[in-house]
C-alpha cells in the first residue's frame, strides 16, 4: 500500500502519481492522509486502483473517474465524481451540492446527506444516497438512475429525460415534467441490483420506494404552444 | 467567489485564542477573495462605555483626535491603535456628542460602534490584513471575518466586509445581489444613508432597517428572502454571537462545524481544519432559505 501525506506532497504530485499508473501496476492501494478539505483530489483517475481518503475533501473529487474505487472517509464538497465514467466512489460522510454531476457511468454511494442538485444532467451513472438529497436533484437527468433512501428537496427531476428515480422517503415536490410512475417487478429487480452494489444486502424494503421519470411532455414542440413564443 | 469565517466559542477558555483561530481561518479564504479582508471581533467591554472603532488616515493627527474628544467630552479617552484604525471608549451618555465631534475630522470614518464590537477592514492580501491589525492577538467570545473579491463595486476600504448595521451589529456576504438598486433607492426613502454604491451594504442597510422597525434578528434574517434578489449568503454579528442565512437555491457554499467548545462557520471546510476538535467535530451544510443563529445565553 501507498501513502501519501497532503501535508507533505501537493494534490498535484498526488494526482501526477496517480495518472502515471500501467494498467498493470501492482500499485492498485493508496492511501491519502491529511486531505485538509483540498479542491480536485483523486481526479482523473483511469486505472483500476483503490484509493482511500481519510477525511474531508474539497470540491471535485474523484472528478472523471473512470475504473478505479476512490473512498471518502468523510465529507465531500461540491462536485465529487463529477462526469465519473466508471468505477466507483464512495463517500462515508455527507456531499456537498452537485454530487455526481454529468455522470456517465459507475456507481457513486454517499452514506449521509447529498445536498443541492445532486446527480443534475446525469448521463447514465447510478447514484444511491442513504440519506436525503437536497433541492433540484437529478435536474435535467438524462440515464442512469439515482436512489434514495431517505427524503428528496424541492423540484425532484426538473426537466428529466431517461433517468429513473427511486426515493424511499417523502418528494417535496417534483420538477417540470416529472412524475411518479408504477414500481413494477422490472424496477424492483433494478432495485436491488443497485442496493446490493451500494452493500446494502437485503435490509431494505425495495416495496417501500416510489420511482419517478419524465411524462415526455418536454420531448417535442407541441402546436398549441406556439402562442408561448 | 469571496470567503467568510465565523467563530462562536462556547468554552470560555478559548477566548484568548479567538483572534489567532481567526486568523488562521481567513487565511486558505485567500484564494476566495485575495482583494480585502475585514473582522468584526465582539471582545470585552468598558461599562458606561460604547466602543467606536475609527478608520484614521496614514498622516491622521491621533493625539489632536484624543485631546478633542477629551476637551468635549470631560474626560480622558481610552484608546487602542491597531494598525490604521484606533478604538476608542466613549461614555455612553456622551455618544451624540462624540459623534458631533469626530464629524469635524473629515478624514476619519467610523468604521463601527457599539458595547462590545470593534470592526476592522482594508484592501490588501488577508494574511496581511489581519497582520496590520493583530488580529492573532485579539480575544473575544465571537468574531466573524471576510475575504473579498470584489464583484459589485470597487476595491475599496469601504467596500470591504464587514459592514456595520447598528451598534454592535454587522453583516458579511458572499455572493451578489441583483435587485440593490431597486432596495437602496427604498432605504434611502426612508432615512438610511450608504457610503458606497456596493450591494453587501444594501442588504445590511436593509437588515437595519427591518430592525429599527422593531423586527427581530430572526424576522429582519426571514424577510431577507422575499425582498433580496440574488446570491447571498450572510453571517450577521450580534452582540450575543452570529446568525447565518443562505439564498433559497444555495448558490454560495457554506460549511458549518460544530464542538462542545465552539462553533465555526466557513464558506469552505479548508477554513475550519485547524481548529481545536475539529476532527471529531459535527461537520454539516446549512439548508437553504433556513436561518441560523448561534448566541450566548
Same mark, same amino acid.
Given at each position: ?11 498535484? @504530485? ?36 483503490? /484509493?482511500?481518503? @481519510? ?16 473512498? /471518502? ?32 457511468? !459507475? ?25 436525503? #438529497? !437536497? ?14 433512501? @431517505? ?79 | ?84 484604525? #484606533? ?39 488577508? $494574511? ?26 470597487? #476595491? ?11 451598534? $454592535? ?32 451594504? /444594501? ?31 450572510? /453571517? ?37 481544519? $485547524? ?15 433556513? #436561518?441560523?443563529?448561534? @448566541?450566548?445565553?
Amino acid at each position: 500500500m501507498l501513502i501519501v501525506d497532503l501535508a507533505r506532497s501537493s494534490v498535484r @504530485e498526488l494526482n501526477a502519481g496517480l495518472h502515471r499508473l500501467a494498467p498493470d501496476s501492482n500499485e492498485t492501494h493508496w492511501r491519502v492522509r491529511n486531505p485538509r478539505g483540498q479542491h480536485s483530489i483523486a481526479v482523473g483517475l483511469e486505472q483500476p486502483v483503490v /484509493v482511500e481518503i @481519510e477525511g474531508h475533501v474539497g470540491y471535485y473529487c474523484a472528478g472523471m473517474n473512470k475504473l478505479a474505487t476512490v473512498v /471518502v472517509e468523510g465529507n465531500a464538497g461540491q462536485g465529487v465524481a463529477e462526469n465519473m465514467m466508471s468505477g466507483k466512489v464512495w463517500v462515508k460522510g455527507d456531499a456537498s451540492q452537485a454530487a455526481g454531476a454529468t455522470g456517465r457511468g !459507475g456507481l457513486l454511494v454517499i452514506d449521509g446527506n447529498a445536498s443541492a442538485r445532486c446527480g443534475i444532467s446525469m448521463k447514465g451513472i447510478d447514484i444511491v444516497v442513504k440519506g436525503s #438529497v !437536497g433541492h433540484l436533484s437529478a435536474f435535467m437527468a438524462q440515464a442512469g438512475n439515482l436512489v434514495v433512501l @431517505e427524503d428528496a428537496g424541492e423540484a425532484l427531476g426538473d426537466s428529466i429525460y431517461e433517468a429513473q428515480l427511486f426515493v424511499r422517503g417523502k418528494v417535496q415536490s417534483l420538477g417540470v415534467d416529472c412524475v411518479e410512475k408504477p414500481l413494477e417487478d422490472e424496477h424492483k429487480h433494478e432495485l436491488r441490483r443497485l442496493l446490493d452494489a451500494a452493500g446494502i444486502n437485503g435490509t431494505v424494503d425495495v416495496g417501500e420506494f416510489r420511482r419517478y421519470g419524465s411524462a415526455r411532455k418536454l420531448y417535442h414542440f407541441h402546436v398549441e404552444n406556439v402562442g408561448q413564443y | 467567489m469571496c470567503g467568510i469565517a465565523g467563530l462562536f466559542l462556547k468554552d470560555a477558555k478559548l477566548e484568548p485564542d479567538l483572534g489567532s483561530m481567526l486568523a488562521r481561518m481567513l487565511s486558505p479564504l485567500s484564494d476566495r477573495g485575495p482583494d480585502s479582508a475585514g473582522f468584526a471581533v465582539y471582545g470585552a467591554e468598558t461599562p458606561g462605555h460604547v466602543k467606536f472603532t475609527l478608520r484614521l488616515p496614514p498622516t491622521a493627527d491621533v493625539d489632536g483626535l484624543l485631546k478633542s474628544l477629551r476637551d468635549e467630552l470631560g474626560e480622558p479617552i481610552a484608546h487602542r491603535l491597531h494598525g490604521t484604525h #484606533v478604538v476608542v471608549a466613549i461614555p455612553a451618555d456622551r455618544i451624540a456628542l462624540a459623534r458631533r465631534v469626530l464629524a469635524a475630522f473629515a478624514d476619519i470614518a467610523i468604521v463601527g460602534a457599539g458595547r462590545r464590537m470593534e470592526i476592522f477592514k482594508e484592501v490588501g492580501r488577508p $494574511d496581511d490584513v489581519s497582520e496590520q491589525f493583530g488580529l492573532g492577538a485579539m480575544r473575544g467570545t465571537h468574531a466573524i471575518g471576510h475575504t473579498r473579491m470584489a464583484t459589485e463595486s470597487a #476595491v475599496t476600504t469601504n467596500g470591504a466586509h464587514p459592514f456595520t448595521t447598528g451598534n $454592535d451589529q454587522c453583516l458579511v456576504h458572499n455572493g451578489s445581489l441583483s435587485n440593490h438598486c431597486a432596495v437602496r433607492r427604498d432605504l434611502i426613502k426612508k432615512g438610511l444613508s450608504f457610503r458606497t454604491e456596493n450591494d453587501s451594504e /444594501v442588504a445590511a442597510g436593509f437588515i437595519t432597517a427591518k430592525l429599527s422597525d422593531g423586527a427581530s434578528l430572526q424576522q429582519a434574517m426571514e424577510s431577507c428572502l422575499d425582498s433580496l434578489d440574488g446570491f447571498y449568503t450572510f /453571517v450577521i454579528g450580534t452582540e450575543a454571537g452570529f446568525g447565518v442565512l443562505r439564498d433559497p437555491i444555495a448558490c454560495k457554499p457554506a460549511v458549518v462545524a460544530e464542538t462542545d467548545q465552539l462553533v465555526a462557520f466557513g464558506t469552505e471546510y479548508r477554513a475550519l481544519v $485547524d481548529l481545536p476538535g475539529i476532527a471529531s467535530a459535527k461537520v454539516w451544510e446549512p439548508a437553504p432559505g433556513t #436561518v441560523y443563529r448561534w @448566541e450566548l445565553h
